[in-house]
């Protein structure tokens, strides 16, 4: 089974993919987390796209498709994967629809997080905070979400109609807490399991 979550920075994707992973035996895939990596481990990679994450852009289709390709050939796939945070423009949703064509395999469903963009701000300055300066992602701060939410705004966005053109779009009230968000998820993904 592959699974997308879709939503703007601080719907709660990131949280919704873990609970995911432990109650279905699905592998989470996180570019922001893979490309994070990158950026501590401060490889080749890295060096191309910290100023860009830190800005709170986007990393262009080309390198995020390198590294999403390269991901799904590990064997750990083959039990289902969530997608949190990928894909974020439409040329990335038909890559990854390509790149699933070419392996007889499909997205199975995409769970959109609705959440008002106050309740985003809230969110991310309680993350800000209780992080601490140390455990702070550095693109963690009111002024870089707003660039982010920018970019979620014109590039991600218009995937919405994407996928409700495939029929595949589910959407969830992302304002309840996540216990709620949650078992509206798994109901989601029981009823595509038992179909
Ligand atoms: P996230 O952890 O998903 O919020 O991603 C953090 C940052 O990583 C984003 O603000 C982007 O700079 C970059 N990023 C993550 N995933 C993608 C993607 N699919 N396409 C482009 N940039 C991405």
Known sequence: MNIILLGPPGSGKGTQAKRLEARFGLLQISTGEILR???IADNELGKK????MDAGELISDKLVLEVIRSRLEEPDC??????????RTVAQAKALEEIKRAKNEKVDVVIMLDVDDEALITRIEERATSAGVHGARSDDTVEVL???LQAYRIWTAPIIPFYEDRGILERVDGMKDIKQVSSAVNKIVDTIKNN
């Open 49 to 52: 796209i910290k100023s860009t």
């Open 78 to 87: 083959k039990r289902g994967v969530v997608f949190d945070g990928f894909p």
């Open 37 to 39: 990596e990158a950026v």
């Open 146 to 148: 707003k660039h982010r």
